[in-house]
Nanobody
Framework: QVQLVESGGGLVQAGGSLRLSCAAS????????MGWFRQAPSAPGKEREF???????????YYSDSVKGRFTISRDNAKNTQYLQMNSLKPEDTAVYYC???????????????????WGQGTQVTVSS
């Protein structure tokens, strides 16, 4: 069992930066692939959008095209924490951001939210224009 708690969200102007953190409980954190997803206010009934993911070792990272080059995912297995550094934020990045964890699996399904077994409660990120 893994419990996830996000922090670091807030209100920022376009072009600004935020760093999200996700603290995990459980001794098996280092064996899980970790990811970040988001849900925009304009899409409450839609599947959460994949943002980024990182392998258990941190050796492989994956990004959606919409955030590539602006966001950086990382993890510290000694602290049971993963991070999402978000730079050059845009109003369209406004969303609730969720931390998620899944057992190590195929990279081809890294962006598929149903494969993530554990989810945090979400943290709001609002980017003003």
């Amino acid at each position: 069992q893994v419990q996830l708690v996000e922090s670091g969200g807030g209100l920022v102007q376009a072009g600004g930066s935020l760093r999200l953190s996700c603290a995990a409980s459980g001794r098996t954190f280092s064996t899980y692939t970790m990811g970040w997803f988001r849900q925009a206010p304009s899409a409450p009934g839609k599947e959460r959008e994949f943002v980024a993911a990182i392998s258990w070792s941190g050796g492989s990272t994956y990004y959606s095209d919409s955030v590539k080059g602006r966001f950086t995912i990382s993890r510290d297995n000694a602290k049971n924490t993963q991070y999402l550094q978000m730079n050059s934020l845009k109003p369209e990045d406004t969303a609730v951001y969720y931390c998620a964890a899944r057992p190590t699996g195929r990279a081809s399904s890294i962006a598929y939210s149903p494969e993530y077994h554990y989810w945090g409660q979400g943290t709001q990120v609002t980017v003003s224009s």
